[in-house]
């Protein structure tokens, strides 16, 4: 095929032809170079996991710590008998939001744990919710979401469940009174508490020891020979949005305990460096502390750990007016008629 570019020399014609072709031939190299979506798979959990535009948690943190490492995906939802025949097939490159078992850990890499799914006992007010795991509760009345995956521990500790459709349909069940507690996410109860504080602390006694535990991951299937890399660029950015206050936006809680400084030690993160004078009475931890912690959490404000409350610059203890209060976003994602 001739070129004809309208110079009168050949030369010069020739000469833009073959750079027309090296400025072409660069175009397929540099769109094959772009990294094509991850195409993951994920059981519908709300808040955690649910289709776009619900609340849906684990997957925008996920989501958002693979846009800063230039990645980009998109999840669909099956239901939890599909789950795992999905995740550990050649059809999905993996889950934005999985717990660990022996037979997943044949098929994917895993990341570090970036949340921590804790079910707490929640009763009537007034009502017994010391217990310290499942097996005291045996021949109680618990309510439980039909289709989460609560694991093996609850079949086998002698309570009588009643599955429900929602969170708020077992809430719903225990202030009627058809159960005698619910089991509740830790994080679904800091929203309950800050978009009803009066209606939860007069209606509900709430525990505050985890009955179960589970860490949630992000994991790509192990046959991708870029899996390894995916998992470790992402786990760089989680201590990262910690700090800068990611995760508090995601999440949609004022303070985060988590460990900023990797000394092991957690500390309390505000979701700004003016969350006013008093400490805070509740504050989401992204992982259950271990029992044999003894250390008390500091306090990371203004790109600083300090000790103690009291030891907070006066600065820092003022309020943020600009910042929005928690309950005014919390109660469009966990509704209830009390």
Not at 59 to 87: H, K, N, Q, W
Not at 154 to 165: A, Q
Not at 239 to 249: E, F, L, N, S, V
Not at 281 to 288: D, I, P, Q, S
């Amino acid at each position: 095929m001739r070129i004809w570019l309208g110079c009168p020399h050949a030369a010069v014609r020739w000469g833009l032809a073959a750079s027309l072709t090296v400025v072409c031939a660069a175009i397929p190299f540099r769109l094959s170079a772009q990294q094509a979506p991850l195409l993951l798979v994920s059981t519908a959990w709300p808040p955690f996991t649910n289709e776009a535009g619900q609340a849906r948690f684990a997957l925008d943190l996920v989501e958002t710590a693979l846009g800063r490492i230039m990645l980009t995906s998109t999840t669909r939802i099956v239901s939890a008998a599909e789950f795992t025949p999905s995740v550990t097939s050649s059809r999905f490159d993996g889950s934005a939001a999985v717990w660990k078992d022996a037979q997943r850990e044949k098929y994917l890499v895993f990341s570090q744990p970036y949340l921590e799914n804790r079910l707490v006992l929640v009763g009537r007010h007034g009502a017994d919710v010391s217990a310290q795991a499942l097996r005291l509760l045996a021949g109680k009345k618990i309510a439980i979401v039909e289709g989460y995956s609560y694991g093996d521990e609850l079949d086998r500790s002698g309570v009588i469940l009643r599955r429900t459709g929602s969170e708020e349909d077992s809430l719903a069940q225990l202030l009627k009174g058809g159960v005698d507690y619910t089991l509740m996410d830790d994080l679904v109860v800091q929203y309950l508490v800050s978009a009803y504080p009066k209606e939860s602390g007069a209606r509900l006694e709430i525990g505050s020891t985890p009955l179960i535990t589970r860490p949630l991951h992000f994991a790509i299937r192990n046959t991708r020979p870029d899996a390894l890399s995916i998992v470790a660029r992402f786990n760089t950015q989680i201590r990262g949005m910690i700090k800068d206050r990611t995760y508090h936006r995601l999440l949609h809680v004022d303070w985060i305990r988590a460990d900023v400084d990797g000394d092991g030690v957690s500390e309390n993160v505000p979701a700004t460096d003016q969350p006013g004078p008093e400490v805070p009475k509740r504050v989401y931890a992204l992982f259950a502390a271990p029992r044999e912690t003894l250390k008390e959490p500091g306090f990371y404000v203004g790109g600083n750990i300090y000790p103690t409350w009291a030891s907070v610059p006066e600065a820092y203890r003022n309020f943020d007016s600009q910042h929005p209060d928690p309950s005014r976003s919390t109660a469009s994602i966990f509704k209830f008629s009390w």
